[in-house]
C-alpha cells in the first residue's frame, strides 16, 4: 500500500508539471498578446490588428486539428470542410437572419453538432492514413459543391456581409473596431483553448489518448473506441466551425477558398511547427505561420517554398514542434522551482 | 433502331474514346501510386507534382530542340534519378519511426507545397500548350478522333501492360512483391530491401513523369496542374484497393468512363464531385478496395 501511495504521488506531481508548463505557455501566449494590442494600440494601427486577428480565428482551426492528431491519433486532411462550414453558416446568418454575434455562433454551434456527427459516422469507419484520406475526399466533395452552387456566391463567395456589434449585456463591443474584435477574438479562442484543455485532463480525454497509444487494446478494457472518436470528432468539427464563424465577422466576406485543401493543409502545417499534441501549439504555430508568411511576403511572393521548407525541416529535425520542445523544458524549470521552495 | 445506333456512334463512342485516353493516363499515375504504397506504405502527396514535373521536363527539352520521342524516353529515366535520390534522402529518414504513415505523409506535402511554388518561380503561371507529335485526326467507324489521343490509348495500354509483365513476370519484381509481402524474410533471403524501396519509389515517380509527357500535348502544362489530376488519381487508387495493380486498372477504366459519360447529362463541374462520392462511398462500405493489395495475393 504504501509503494502505490508514492507511486500516485510521483505521479500526481509529474502532472501537476506538465499541467504547469502547459498553463505557462498558454499564459505566455495571452500576455503577448495583449503586450501585442498595447502596442498597436498606441500607434493606431489597423493592418496588422486585422492581421493578428486572422491568425487567432485560424488558431482555433489548428487547434481542431491538434485535438484530432495529437490526442487520438486522426490525421485530418479536411477540417476546412468545418472551418468553411461554420464561415458560411455564419455569414448567412448574418445577412439574412439577424446581425448578431450570439445568433451567428449558436446557430453554427447547432448546426454544426447535426453536420459533424453525420461526417464523423462517415469518417471514422476509416483507421490510420483511410481516416486522412477520406476526410481530405469529404471536403473536396464540399469544396466542389459550394464551389459550384450559385445560390451561395458560387466562387465568388458570399460578399456584403453586415458589420455587426457584438453586444455583452452591458457593453457591446463593435466588430469594426480592430482593437475591440481583436480582444473578443482572443477571449473567444482562449475559451475554446481551456475548455479542449480542460477535456483532455477528463477521463475522457484519457481514454482520447489510450486509443491514440493502442486502438486494439480499448475494447478490452470495455471501452468503445467507436464512441470515443465520434465525440472527438464531433467536439473537434464545433472547435473549426466556431473559430470559422468570426471570419465573416472580421472580414465582411466568406469565399471557398476557406473549404479548400490550402486552408486545411495550413492547419496541420501550424500544428507541426507549433507542437502536435500540445494544444497550446497550435496557438503558437498559427501565429508563426502568419508572421511568415507576411514577413517573407513582403520580399518574395514565393513564400510557400520556404514555408514548405520549414515544414519538412520540422518534420524531419523538429518533430516536437515549438510547444513540444519548450514544455519539458519549462517544466523541468517549474520542478527545481517547486524543489527549492 | 437506327437512331439508337446513331446515338450510341456519335454521342457515346466519342466520350467512350475521351474517357479511355484519360483513363490510361490516370491509371499510369495511379500505378505509380499504388505500388508505392503497396510497398513502402508512404502515401505520396506529391505525386502529382512529379507529373507536373515531367512535364515541364518534357517542354524544357523540346524547347532545347528534343523531339517529343526522345523526352518520352529521356523524361522517365531523369524523374526514376530524382525519385531514387527523393526516397533515400527524404523519406528513409523517417521511414522507421513509429508514425511513418503521418510522417512520410506530411513529408511529400511539405514536398508538394515546394514544388509547385518552384514551378511559378521557374516557369511562370501562365500555361504552356505543347504541339502535338501526332497532329491530325482519322476516322474510325464513321467518327473523327484525333490521332494523338488514339495514340495515347495504345501507348498507355502497352505500359500498363508492361508494369503487370514487371511486376508479376521477373525476378525483380518478384523480389518487390517479396519485400511488399514481409520485409523482413526477404531481407532475411538476400534480397536487398532497402534498394528495392528506393528503386520502387523511383520507378513511381518515373511512371508520373512519363504521364506528365504523355498528357502535355492533350492538356496545357501549368504549376498546380498536379493537383487537379492527383484527387481523380487518389480516387482510382482508393476504389481500386490502396496497393493492388489490378484494381488500379480496373478503377481506373470505369472512374473515367463515369466522368465521362456522366457529363453528357450532368454538368462537367459536378462530375469531379460524383467521382469524390464515390471514392468516400468505399472507403465506408469498402476501405480495402476492390483488390487485394501488392504481394498479398
Known sequence: ???????????????????????????????????????????????????????????????????????????????????????????????????SFWAAVGITLAATLVVGLVAGIIAIRARGVYFALITFGLAQVAFKVVFNSRGIGGSDGIIGIPQIKVEFGLFAVDAQSPAGFFLVTLAFMMLLYGTCAYLMHTPFGRMLMAIRTNESRVPFLGFSPWRAKLAAFVIAAVVAALSGSLYPMLRGLVSPELLAFQTSGNAVIMVVIGGVGTLVGALYGSVVLTVLKSVIGTFTEHHLIIIGGLFMLSVIFFPKGLAGYARPRLERWLARRTERA | MSEVIETLQFVYAPQ?????????????????????FGLLDVINMAHGEFYALGAYLGITLVAKGASFWLCLALVPVVMAAI????????????????????????????????????????????????????????????????????????????????????????????????????????????????????????????????????????????????????????????????????????AGLVLTQVQSISSLYISPVWSDPLVFGIMVLFLMVRPQGLAGRLGHG
Open chain 1, 1 to 99: 500500500m504504501a509503494e502505490l501511495a508514492v507511486l500516485r504521488t510521483a505521479v500526481e506531481a509529474g502532472e501537476r508539471t506538465v499541467i504547469g508548463g502547459q498553463h505557462l505557455l498558454a499564459g505566455s501566449f495571452v500576455a503577448l498578446a495583449l503586450v501585442f494590442a498595447a502596442i498597436a494600440g498606441a500607434t493606431g494601427d489597423t493592418f496588422f490588428f486585422r492581421l493578428a486577428t486572422e491568425a487567432l480565428i485560424f488558431a482555433g482551426l489548428a487547434l481542431s486539428v491538434d485535438l484530432l492528431l495529437g490526442y487520438t491519433g486522426l490525421l485530418s486532411l479536411g477540417q476546412a470542410l468545418f472551418f468553411g462550414f461554420g464561415a458560411y453558416v455564419s455569414g448567412l446568418v448574418l445577412k439574412h437572419v439577424a446581425p
Open chain 2, 16 to 36: 467512350v474514346v475521351n474517357g479511355l485516353a484519360i483513363g490510361v493516363a490516370v491509371i499510369l499515375m495511379a500505378l505509380g501510386l499504388t505500388i508505392i
Open chain 2, 83 to 250: 525519385g531514387y535520390l527523393g526516397e533515400r534522402s527524404l523519406i528513409q529518414r523517417v521511414f522507421h519511426s513509429k508514425d511513418r504513415h503521418i510522417l512520410t505523409l506530411l513529408l511529400t506535402f511539405g514536398l508538394a507545397i515546394i514544388a509547385e511554388d518552384a514551378f511559378k518561380l521557374v516557369y511562370g503561371p501562365n500555361p504552356y500548350k505543347p504541339e502535338s507529335p501526332i497532329p491530325g485526326a482519322s476516322e474510325l467507324l464513321g467518327i473523327t478522333l484525333p490521332n494523338y489521343r488514339l495514340f495515347l490509348i495504345v501507348a498507355g495500354a502497352a505500359i500498363i501492360v508492361a508494369v503487370w509483365l514487371a511486376v508479376y513476370r521477373t525476378s525483380l519484381g518478384a523480389m518487390v512483391r517479396a519485400a511488399a509481402f514481409d520485409s523482413q524474410m526477404a531481407s532475411s533471403l538476400g534480397v536487398p530491401v532497402e534498394k528495392v524501396y528506393a528503386g520502387t519509389f523511383a520507378f513511381g515517380v518515373a511512371l508520373a513523369g512519363l504521364s506528365g509527357v504523355l498528357l502535355a500535348p492533350i492538356y496545357s502544362v501549368f504549376p498546380t496542374m498536379g493537383k487537379d489530376f492527383i484527387l481523380l488519381a487518389f480516387s482510382v487508387v482508393i476504389v481500386g484497393g490502396m496497393g493492388s495493380i489490378k484494381g488500379a486498372v480496373i
